[in-house]
């Protein structure tokens, strides 16, 4: 459990969503402040998401309301809440039965795919959406932009049978390399926003060559070093990526040379392909 601890507390939807729901059928309004890390304030959201689907059940999702959003102090509520306490007490406890209290606010997390969590309700099968039903695209380097100081080569054991690195002796240790001519661009296109596990097929030789600098969009560049495991080629994760719906670009530049990319796979599948993945919808000879 220490890997949800400190600053991670907000991945693991844990419990609440069962504290939550043992309130039902009575009225219940959340109040949440993201800003305040420790308050777990994404988890919350999906834990309100799937207590409403309980509400839902029963028919009387105007009992359930969750305002979580930031501006305000800690145990201060921010205007909009105000208002909300003020209409679950106008209706559950003065009896005015005109007030709207299916409020459902929080802004901070519009691009949180809570769906994943509670997908499965109703089917008596609690179980995640499988890699089969996720959105994920593939990708070869060497199908799409490669800037003139990489090179495009050869190996069985590459998906497509070929992979792109840098030429030898180009590096760009501190700080990322900033013309077109250091980068790989793949442009790609999401249908749906939401939180996106950007992964590549890589082979990193040593601790002197298993590095890449990585941007998305008009990001920040972010590097990546000590790839593992070494010596062979395998998937390793760029992270989870935040993605509106629509247009996107991935830059991959190099960082030392004799790492190797082979593939790029996004997708809303949380966990890396296993062997070459999937295939790519845009191949060349
Ligand atoms: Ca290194
Ligand atoms: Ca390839």
Redesign the pocket.
């Known amino acids: 459990m220490f890997d949800f601890a400190g600053v991670n507390v907000s991945k693991l939807p844990h419990d609440h969503h069962e504290l939550c729901a043992m309130v039902c059928p009575r009225a219940l309004l959340v109040l949440g402040n993201p800003p305040y890390v420790w308050l777990a304030e994404e988890s919350g959201y999906v834990s309100c998401r799937a207590v409403l689907e309980v509400y839902k059940t029963f028919g009387i999702d105007d009992r359930f309301g969750f305002n979580i959003i930031g501006g305000h102090n800690h145990c201060v509520l921010e205007t909009t809440q105000s208002n909300a306490v003020v209409a679950f007490v106008e209706k559950f406890l003065l009896g005015n039965t005109n007030v709207n209290t299916r409020i459902r606010v929080a802004p901070d997390f519009a691009a949180t795919d809570y769906n994943r969590w509670i997908q499965w309700w109703g089917t008596t099968n609690p179980i995640f959406p499988g890699a089969a039903e996720s959105y994920t695209q593939t990708f070869?380097?060497?199908c799409h932009q490669v800037g003139t100081n990489w090179l495009i080569l050869t190996d069985v054991n590459?998906?497509?049978?070929?992979?792109v690195t840098v030429r030898p002796g180009v590096q760009s240790i501190s700080s990322a390399p900033t013309n077109s001519w250091d980068w790989v661009v793949i442009p790609f296109t999401v249908t749906n926003a939401g939180n996106y596990l950007i992964a590549g097929?890589v082979f990193c030789p040593n601790a002197d060559g298993d590095s890449f600098w990585i941007r998305v969009d008009n990001g920040s560049w972010v590097m990546h070093n000590s790839i593992s495991p070494q010596g062979v080629w395998a998937w390793y994760s760029f992270g989870m990526h935040t993605l509106s719906a629509g247009a996107h670009t991935l830059y991959i530049g190099y960082r030392e040379d004799d790492a190797l990319l082979?593939?790029i796979s996004i997708s809303d599948y949380p966990f890396a392909p296993t062997g070459m993945g999937a295939p790519a919808a845009i191949l060349c000879p």
């Open positions: 070869e380097p060497e590459a998906s497509n049978g070929k992979y097929r082979d593939k």
